[in-house]
């Protein structure tokens, strides 16, 4: 019954997507030749724009575009490969045709068991079942304990994990969260090319009664949700670091059995880091709210062009590294003129440093609406800013960018060996 269903479902989407695309080669724009490296728009088949703006977030990451050219084992019908072919020509890849219609790419989506029926869809839950099968296709199930000490220097106790799934319509999309296989599983999983949204979260537990702490807890990520705060002041906003810090800080768990003094109804302190940063940061802010009814936040949350993820990861809690956490949480300058990112006072001072690449922008309300993306150019035009929406590709300016109201938003690691950085 569960087949035949699914059956009907995956034919119901095929031949609604099929009916759209011959919709849109009878009237839908003239199509015209993009000069190579130039920004390609993508065609809306009907509610699509949520897999547009993902598409053009996801082009602007150079760190996952050179990720996909060493998958070289894809087969010739995976979504890992279809993707590939599809970030190409968004970036301009030459005898582009613009705008472009994602064929191949939708049909692997259809193909996973995603349907795209009438009505709007949403962009990050997307992105974790294009993630989620980038994984099966690509990597190899881990299932053993192991140490954190190969992915953090340092040797944490003992290390659990967990299982999740997400459900998506009559898709059950298996875990996102992996396990691990051998003690090497880090050396191993770079060896093979983790995804660059792969990350690890690391939480522990102290008693409040006898201080004893339980060994460290991971769990892998591959995007950050963060949840609003209440609401302030008109004309105040929040900021990125703001919420990023809300996410990781200590928490008190009440009536935890404590294997240190052996009571059963212990108060304890729950800390949560990051225990490995992904070279690509995804940052999901969670904008649906429930105050007697759901609706839409569109409150400005301020972010960084340069994000210091110093502060929250594991190492630099452990070791007390943060000798002026006020410094080292504020605003780095980088909003206009030069960063060095070459200074010896720099590398020192920072090591997790990420660039913004895109910015997802969801407009409307609750149940309607529109997605765009600002998105970083490639290559030569590494500097450039551009507005996406669907079929319109437009120059923009970085503070146009710095003002919207993000849904998502991409960064990407910065090597100690980048160059410095030229800020229009």
Same mark, same amino acid.
């Given at each position: 019954m569960y087949d035949i269903k699914r059956e009907n479902l995956f034919l119901f989407a095929t031949?609604?997507?099929?009916?759209? !695309? @011959?919709?849109? !080669?009878?009237?839908?724009?003239?199509?015209?030749?993009?000069?190579? *490296?130039? %920004?390609?728009?993508?065609?809306?088949? @009907?509610?699509?724009c949520f897999l547009n703006t993902?598409?053009?977030?996801?082009?602007?990451?150079?760190?996952?575009?050179?990720?996909?050219?060493?998958?070289?084992?894809?087969?010739? /019908?995976?979504?890992?490969?279809?993707?590939?072919?599809?970030?190409?020509? %968004?970036?301009?890849?030459?005898g582009s045709d613009d705008?472009?219609?994602?064929?191949?790419? %939708?049909?692997?989506?259809?193909?996973? *068991?995603?349907?795209?029926?009438?009505?709007?869809? /949403?962009?990050?839950?997307?992105?974790h079942v294009i993630v989620t099968t980038m994984e099966e296709e690509t990597q190899q199930p881990f299932s053993k304990e192991c140490s954190l000490y190969d992915a953090l220097n340092d040797r944490p106790r003992e290390i659990h994990s967990d299982t999740v799934q997400v459900r998506r319509s009559t898709f059950l999309l298996r875990a996102t969260v992996s396990s691990l296989e051998s003690c090497s599983w880090w050396q191993e999983a770079k060896f093979k090319g983790p995804l660059p949204f792969q990350g690890l979260f690391t939480s522990q537990l102290q008693c409040m009664s006898c201080k004893y702490k339980s060994p460290v807890h991971y769990a892998t990520f591959y995007?950050?949700?963060?949840?609003l705060p209440q609401r %302030?002041?008109? *004309?105040?906003?929040h900021t990125l670091q703001e919420l990023i810090g809300h996410y990781v800080a200590s928490r008190v768990v009440n009536d935890v059995c404590c294997d240190g003094c052996g009571r059963?109804?212990? /108060?304890?302190?729950?800390?949560?880091?990051? *225990?490995?940063l992904p070279a690509c940061l995804c940052i999901h802010i969670a904008r649906t709210t429930w105050e007697g009814e759901a609706f839409k936040r569109d409150d400005h949350i301020k972010f960084p062009e340069i994000l210091t993820m110093d502060p929250y990861t594991y190492n630099n809690v452990i070791q007390k590294q943060l000798e002026n956490a006020k410094m080292m949480i504020g605003d780095h300058p980088s909003s206009n003129g030069f960063v060095d990112l070459t200074s010896p006072t720099t590398k020192k001072r920072f090591k997790h440093l990420y660039l913004l690449r895109a910015v997802v922008v969801h407009k409307g309300g609750l149940l309607c609406g529109h997605f765009i993306t600002y998105r970083r150019g490639i290559g030569e035009y590494y500097n450039s800013w551009y507005y996406t929406s669907d079929t319109e590709v437009r120059e923009t300016t970085l503070q146009e960018v710095m003002e919207a109201s993000a849904y998502m938003l991409f960064y990407t690691k910065l090597s100690s060996d980048a160059a410095p950085l030229i800020v229009n």
């Open positions: 031949v609604t997507v099929a009916l759209a !695309i @011959g919709a849109f !080669i009878l009237w839908g724009p003239t199509y015209r030749r993009k000069r190579k *490296g130039q %920004i390609v728009g993508l065609v809306n088949l @009907g509610y699509t993902l598409l053009q977030a996801l082009a602007s990451c150079p760190v996952v575009l050179d990720w996909f050219t060493r998958q070289i084992n894809c087969k010739q /019908d995976s979504l890992t490969l279809s993707l590939q072919n599809t970030l190409q020509v %968004i970036n301009g890849k030459e705008p472009y219609t994602p064929n191949d790419l %939708i049909r692997s989506l259809l193909a996973q *068991g995603w349907v795209i029926a009438p009505g709007e869809q /949403d962009a990050h839950e997307l992105f995007s950050l949700s963060l949840v %302030i002041s008109v *004309g105040e906003f059963r109804d212990t /108060d304890q302190v729950k800390s949560l880091n990051f *225990g490995k």
